[in-house]
């Protein structure tokens, strides 16, 4: 029987996805597991993964956006009436009838699927390869079984098509950038790395001439945009600044080495986690005229990448260790630079830290994720000349910026809580308790 694939919903707060290619076309044999489409949600890139085998019959949205749970193909048998489902595509699908929503799943690397492979080359196709500086893997071999002849070499060398040995990364790449690749000289393999190098360098030669260009925002920018402004519009940003001696954090940090590596960011989620639970506003949110506390903590890690900022979520971490901690953010945060977390791992937050202190910043005010009620700050660790019993002393200190949302957290509940968390963080050995 045919049945709908529609955009899936993949998080309480998404409202669209936008398609950006599709891998089949209508008419082919999909397979349960085929990949069918890639889709861009609000801060994730993934490819949407066929649950049911069937023929493509209709792709209904070749690319662009559309609201999560509406149609955009239809599977089935080969023979089968569509025309009343061509009918009502355009009518959103609701969710407790979707039975053939996709699964995302991350996409195992092109460049890892060619790679595993191994070209079937006559000895003549590799002579003669070698000689003329032509990759191999890049021929569609003609002879038995598909093995690359010689003929197959002189045909493509004489084509004006790659010649050069590169890797399918850097084919892809340099069709991206719009660079001929057979024109970089490069020793052995051209590799996806020389590509963006050349590329570079061909830019530098045009920057003399001034331009101005435009390009839309990817979604994640553009939520990002949204989410920014609609804080700055909802709620009442207070900004509270403290600096903390770090001496004794630093001792408690060496001391770890040996049994735990932890960063100073591991540190303070473990003691902010911690105090949280004594100042229940501060880990409140604002749900129209009510005030929603907990009794646990999921905090909010910021974690920087070129396309933007992208927040994953450690859970219960008022309940976790620090080693857990430690090793829970660095998970995270890899899963956030490969572009394979999951969307239950970026959501549910109820307070953020956000570590600006690797840019060496002494100060800065930091924007609510909504709808939790504060953001804590974290900046560089930097000498600083204090007088102690007459003599001058550099002591590391470290300034904690801390925005809070007045409508709840007020101006007192705001500094008690710093200094609640100056006090653990220059008394380090109380996690120990």
Known sequence: MAQFIVMPKLGLTMTEGKICKWYKKEGDQVEKGDLLFSVETDKLTNDAE???????????????????????????????????MLSQAG??????????????????????????????????????????GVDLALIEGTGPGGTVSEKDVKDFSESGQVKVKSSPAAVKTAENLGVDINS????????????????????????AAPEEKRQEMSAMRRVISERMSESQKTAAFVNYNLSIDVRELKRFKDKLKPVVKVSYTDLIVKIVSRVLLEFPLVNSSI??????????VNMGVAVALDEGLIVPVVKYANVKGLAAISREIKELAGKARTNSLKPDEMSGGTFTVTNLGMFNMESFTPIINQPESAILGINSIRD??????????????????????????????????????????????????
């Open 50 to 84: 066929a649950t049911r085998g069937g023929i493509l019959r209709k792709i209904l949205l070749e690319e662009g956006s559309i609201g999560v749970l509406k149609p955009v193909a239809i599977i089935g048998t080969a023979d089968e009436d569509i025309e009343e």
């Open 287 to 296: 749900d129209d005229n009510e005030i929603i506390t907990r009794n646990y």
């Open 384 to 433: 600083v000349a204090t007088n102690v019993d007459g003599e001058l002393v550099f002591i590391p200190m470290m300034t904690l910026s801390l925005t809070a949302d007045h409508r709840v957290v007020d101006g007192a509940v705001g500094a008690r809580f710093l200094n609640r968390v100056k006090e653990y963080m220059e008394n380090p050995s109380i996690l120990v308790l």
């Open 91 to 132: 009518a959103v699908v609701k969710e407790e009838k979707a039975d053939t929503q996709v699964e995302i799943e991350e996409k195992v690397s092109e460049e890892k699927q060619a790679g595993a492979k191994r070209v079937k080359a006559s000895p003549k196709a590799r002579r003669l390869a070698k000689d003329l």
């Open 184 to 207: 970089i000289q490069q020793e052995g393999r051209v590799m996806k790395g020389d590509v963006i190098e050349y590329w570079n360098f061909e830019k530098l030669q045009e920057m």
